[in-house]
């Protein structure tokens, strides 16, 4: 059977005007993956990311791990994060009680952003915004038949993406609930892995939020979720 590699970008900007970049942290988060990819003999026939900068830089990184020049990346689209400062934004506009002060931990922000998660798979947040609940299931399930197609031979297939696809394409391949969606989201470390096989019939889920990378006495501060 084929793999299925799903990579959560390394740690992004939280809180800074651009968040879509990596942090110094993030990339060195996505050099240590590649490192650990090379360590365990892993090599990839074909490597997709979303366009967000984020996504490339972590697709850079790897390369850099693994001793490679460069990855040979193609860009899909489909595989970009769904616009959760949007559903946030929308969700508050009309509970603005719920908003968390300036000085609140990130916890707090989460705890929102569960919430308007939840409204949107619900169709509850009223407001506009740029895709629906059901066009982010249709454009995943899209990225998810685009990355195995090429099932006719063993190969492995290392996708660099966000943690609301991932977590949206492991639960339509659990056949979960929505709400299965929104608590892994919210639980994805940056730079983890989930681990899938995959041929012409089925796909398979064999593990999920993977951090090996990490785990190393020296890197306990470098596990963080977004």
Known sequence: MSELYLVRHAQASFGEENYDRLSALGHQQSRWLGEYFKFRGIEFDQVICGDMVRHHETAEG?????GLSSNRVATHPQWNEFDFERLVEVYLSNRPGEAPPDEAPRSAWF???RKALLAWSEDRLEGELKETWNGF???VEQAVSL???RSERASKVLVISSGGPISMAIRQILQAPAP???RMNL???NSSFSHLFFNGRSIELSGFNHVPHLDHPDRGD???YY
């Open 180 to 182: 299965t969606m929104i």
């Open 147 to 149: 990355a195995t197609s």
């Open 62 to 66: 790897i390369a850099q791990g693994m």
């Open 111 to 113: 705890q929102v952003l």
């Open 187 to 189: 639980q994805t470390r």
């Open 137 to 139: 299931e249709q454009r």
């Open 222 to 224: 470098a596990v963080t």
